[in-house]
């Protein structure tokens, strides 16, 4: 490609409107341009490396027994309200009429629809098991979109489902299927961290995300110094050191006038916050929910609302407290009936804790569970967080942002129960299809990709994935003397297979060409310039080599194949 004809330009200044390395590197370097809010069109340069990451994601699912198709983007509600996830995805989804009236919806994922398409192709356990999967976009109208294309209203998924008829079978496809991601992000040349991921509401019992490191990741994962458990911060677990054991204290009443964090508390009564129980009130589908936890720890809000198997989960408003007869800063459980009372199990380790006594500027000291106050739930609804202990092996916990490039999950039999997707089995009785389903958001990886590949200069696109693996620049190009020899080394490397972008511009000065190349941020530099012709040479860099060498005209392809194939 000539850097002359290409549609896109660079930019020297940020955009005002860019707020991550990738979103700003990537609409300087001219990958994508802006549409509308969450709305991109992909250019050239773009659209080369997506195409790459789909042909290895096609390679992979294909050698674990995937079978690519196709679905609409455009589906009928009726089908989404069979399932019950119309509602669930609310104004999440694109939704709209044909000419009759009839509603319809742009499709935010395709659980539906494959269902509906083994339904009719499935009959008995011959059939199975199956992978189908596509590469295909998705709507889904994001209230906030950010950060490029890490989160946006239109991008594009690889989506895949699989079916058995039991669920040893699911393991394996399940396991095939993560094997299929680590390759898949392996020869897209990025190291990814598999965590355990919360199942949601639909169930399953095994969910895994892949995650890219990336200090603005949206994502935060937790890590094991010493073993090799790996977890989201909605999933993760921890432990808590144990609190040495006290005999128990009367509960007695104190005044704490203006008090009403558990910062100030624990300040204003020369306490730890760990000798503290922290109040805080939800609204779980419509009604009151009081939770405790120690005042050290927080709420893991997805914890939360699996525990009490909610589909509606948010923080009371101050007025639902009022009507709850609830005491902002200085409420517990202590006396409480009529509302419904959840503990993290932080309140079991420990005791002589400082809690609300339910009246304004008061506090109780010596409350202990269970001997002063019930729940109905007791179980781990706390964030784990960085150096807490680790629930496998006790060594210490770390944490990471990351963004979610890959989720794999065993979906069940959620939406073959809904939509009647059932098979014969050998003894002709029948059964609802098992599935699992995996994801990888293709713009997202790319995004992800640029996130954690950059410095100052620009991106570093990682070999396997860089939109030309070349970047050939001419000085001079308007004599012959450069002219000739640069179009020549062009049109060597391209026959060679060696995919070149060639800055054959007459009218940029060096350093603008040297500025773009680092800004593209292609594997290799070669420089054609008078100087060099003049030794015989061409001048050499990769991306990320602090000085360039040279390397004689006759010897420059099998120069750049060496190069590339260090950094493949």
Known sequence: MRFSRMVSKTLRDDPPDAETASHRLMLRAGLIHQVAAGVYSYLPLALRSLRKIENIIREEMDAAGGQELM????????????????????????????RRGRPMVLAPTHEEVITNVVKANVQSYRDLPLILYQIQTKFRDEPRPRAGLVRVREFDMKDAYSFNADDASLDESYQAMAQAYRN?????GLPVLMAEADSGAIGGKDSHEFLLATETGEDTVITCLSCDYTANAEKAESKIPWAESEAEQPLEEVSTPGVKTIFGLAEFLGVPESKTLKAVFYMSDGEPVFVTIRGDLDVNEVKLMNALQSHDLRLAEDDEVKAAGLVAGSASAIGLTDIKLVADVSI??????VVGANKPDTHFTGANYPRDFQVDIVTDIAMAQQGQLCPRCGHMLDSTKGIEVGHIFKLGTFFSEALGADFLDSEGQQYPIIMGCYGI???RLLAAAVEQNNDDNGIVFPTPIAPYQVHLVGLNVSTEEVAEPAEKLYKELGDAGIEVLYDDREDAAAGVKFNDADLIGLPVRLVVSPRNLKAGVVEIKGRTDPEAGSVPLDEVVEAVRGRLAATE
Not at 184 to 188: D, G, K, M, N, T
Not at 348 to 353: D, E, I, K, L, P
């Open 71 to 98: 679905m609409p983007a455009l589906q009928p509600q009726e089908l989404w309200e069979q399932t019950g996830r119309r509602a669930a995805f609310g104004d999440n989804m694109f939704s709209l009429q044909d």
């Open 184 to 188: 898949i992000f392996r020869r897209c």
């Open 348 to 353: 079991t380790n420990g005791g002589n804790f």
């Open 441 to 443: 958001g293709v713009g």
